[in-house]
Nanobody
Framework: QVLLVESGGGLVQAGDSLRLSCAASGRTFRVYTMGWFRQAPGKEREFVAAVTRSGTMTSYAASVKGRFTIARDNAKDTVYLQINSLKPEDTAVYYC?????????????????WGQGTQVTVSS
């Protein structure tokens, strides 16, 4: 069992930056691929970014590439999502998730553990 707790969300202006954090506890953090997903009101939860166990490989949704950066610190059992140049369409609840899959998966069903989410609201 892995417990994931996100933090760092909030109400920001378009063009601002945020860094989301996801702290893990329970089983060994470094054995999991970690991902970030988001869900906007009335929409399906969608993939944002993922990072492999060692942090050497990442993947991103096309809509966020170049603005979002995922990174992990295995010494702190934490994964981060740096979000730059925020847009109103980035407004969503952001979830982190853990997967036993070794690749940087974008497939929601391949993630076994989920956090409760942190709200990001971007005003124009």
């Amino acid at each position: 069992q892995v417990l994931l707790v996100e933090s760092g969300g909030g109400l920001v202006q378009a063009g601002d930056s945020l860094r989301l954090s996801c702290a893990a506890s329970g089983r060994t953090f470094r054995v999991y691929t970690m991902g970030w997903f988001r869900q906007a009101p009335g929409k399906e939860r969608e993939f944002v970014a993922a990072v492999t166990r060692s942090g050497t490989m990442t993947s991103y949704a096309a809509s966020v590439k170049g603005r979002f950066t995922i990174a992990r610190d295995n010494a702190k059992d934490t994964v981060y999502l740096q979000i730059n140049s925020l847009k109103p369409e980035d407004t969503a609840v952001y979830y982190c998730a853990a997967s036993s899959i070794s690749r940087a998966s974008s497939i929601r069903n391949e993630y076994e553990y989920w956090g409760q989410g942190t709200q990001v609201t971007v005003s124009s």
